[in-house]
């Protein structure tokens, strides 16, 4: 029987994923509470939801020197920036108050929830220091809605997607100026927003208590590797990510245990896992990031084509999305845009008949990146490149359009500009 078909009475049994997270959704509170106490007037406790009006500053008072981009990810510590956001839930009070503080340590209980049972996701976006001297996020919207979705999935507190994109924006208010000074335009850093359950109680149970932190890192950039990238294929005794699993989510859960392939794959010269999903071998995501590939159909037509997002087996890229939808914008009529499940037997079809054109990686560490190669049970994909192992005609376009954006050499609405604070606010 269809989920459709089945009485509502009997939805939660068919669709319980579903069904808990709309309740969790239902039960947060939709207005803030009152000043002196949680409750709603009448006896009955109110908990707090995220506020990000109410953050409050201590800045830091040894700023450290901001290193060289190069030096900065040379070593075996990511460096951060001088500043992070946090902020405490307890399901009996809700959210306490935001706090922008110096960076530092965590203090946690050897007992918490995230260092057990997996109780942590996060998010990664990117902010930019634009040619016209602006500051800018990419579409930070769509990072706080999915950060929200993959709360609910691993039961930790939600929260007003926008509230977490107030506080994004403010501590890039106070670490972008210097950390990404106008001089030095065409530099990013990597923001990473993370939620972690941390009630210090052994149990497998969904945490009671839980804390939010935003830090802002370096990062290296891995967007143009010498002769493009190289993909192995996942070995037949491992999967990534399964139909009815939380590959659309991103917890951490997603990551350790795809590490041992990865590590791997490395030693024999590729760059990354091109996972395969099923006994068709369906192709889904090139290591952690989106895949595609530009090939001409049988019929002529040439085609842009990646994995779908319906059976919720991959995540949805935010890089991903903006690929999909500059090329239907922009390409239209010259290239058709196709999400929908396709096969490694596929592709080797498709090279040996010499339909394959060029292929990519997109998501936000490595942006927009090339690919050259696809290893396959000892048979080697080798993927067109441009002139000089430069992007592809299609990968080049849309890596330009969007990085454009980021810069600023486009205005655009998917770049949110900071609103940089010259001088410090005051302190608490």
């Known amino acids: 029987m269809a989920p459709s078909a089945v009485p509502a009475s009997q939805q939660d049994d068919v669709n319980l994923t579903a069904a808990a997270i709309h309740r969790k959704e239902a039960a947060q509170p939709a ?70 503080k110096p960076y530092g340590p965590l203090s946690l209980m050897p007992t918490a929830s995230c260092l057990h049972y997996a109780t942590e996701c996060f998010e990664g976006l990117k902010v930019f220091r634009g040619y016209d001297g602006k500051l800018r996020i990419f579409r930070p919207d769509r990072n706080a809605k999915r950060m929200h979705m993959s709360a609910g999935r691993i039961s930790l507190p939600l929260f007003e997607p926008a509230e977490l994109e107030k506080l994004m924006v403010a501590l890039l208010s106070v670490d972008g100026p210097r950390w990404l000074p106008k001089d030095k335009p065409g530099n990013f850093l990597y923001l990473r927003p993370t939620l972690i359950g941390t009630q210090s109680q052994l149990g497998v149970q969904a945490p009671k208590e839980a804390m939010l932190y935003i830090i802002v890192t370096f990062m290296p950039r891995m967007d143009s590797p010498p002769g493009g990238m190289r993909l192995h294929t996942s070995p037949e005794d491992m999967v990534r990510a399964w139909v009815g699993g939380f590959g659309y989510a ?15 794959a490395r030693r024999r010269g590729y760059h990354q896992i ?37 059976d919720k087996l991959i995540l949805d890229g935010v890089t991903r999305r903006s690929c999909i939808e500059v090329a239907k914008e922009r390409l239209a009529g010259e290239i058709e845009v196709t999400e929908r499940k396709y096969t490694i037997a596929e592709l080797i079809e498709a090279d040996a008949e010499g339909r394959i054109l060029e292929s990519f990686a997109a998501g936000t560490a490595y942006f927009i990146c090339p690919v050259s190669q696809i290893h396959h049970r000892g048979q080697d994909i080798n993927i067109p490149m441009g002139p000089e192992g430069a992007a592809g005609e299609i990968t080049g376009k849309i890596k330009g359009w969007i990085g454009d954006i980021m810069y600023g050499r486009e205005q655009h609405p998917w770049g949110f500009i900071i609103p940089e604070k010259e001088s410090r606010p005051a302190e608490d």
């Not at 908990?47 to 040379?74: G, H, K, Q, W």
């Not at 350790?256 to 791997?264: F, H, N, V």
Request: proline share 7%; glycine share 10%.
């Open 31 to 100: 207005t803030k509470p009152h000043p002196n106490g949680h409750s709603n007037g009448n006896g009955v406790a109110k908990v707090a939801p995220l506020d990000a009006s109410l953050l409050t500053y201590t800045l830091t008072e040894n700023p450290r020197p901001v290193p060289d981009e190069a030096v900065a990810n040379a070593g075996d510590e990511t460096v951060a920036t001088d500043h992070m956001v946090t902020a405490v839930w307890r399901a009996s009070t809700g959210w306490a108050t935001p706090e922008l």
């Open 250 to 264: 991103k917890v951490g859960a997603n990551y350790g245990p795809s590490l041992m392939a990865t590590q791997d």
């Open 274 to 310: 091109l996972w395969l999903y099923g006994e068709q071998g369906e192709c889904t995501e090139a290591g952690a990031s989106n895949f595609f590939i530009v090939w001409k159909r049988k019929d002529g037509q040439k085609e842009l084509i990646t994995a779908p997002l319906d």
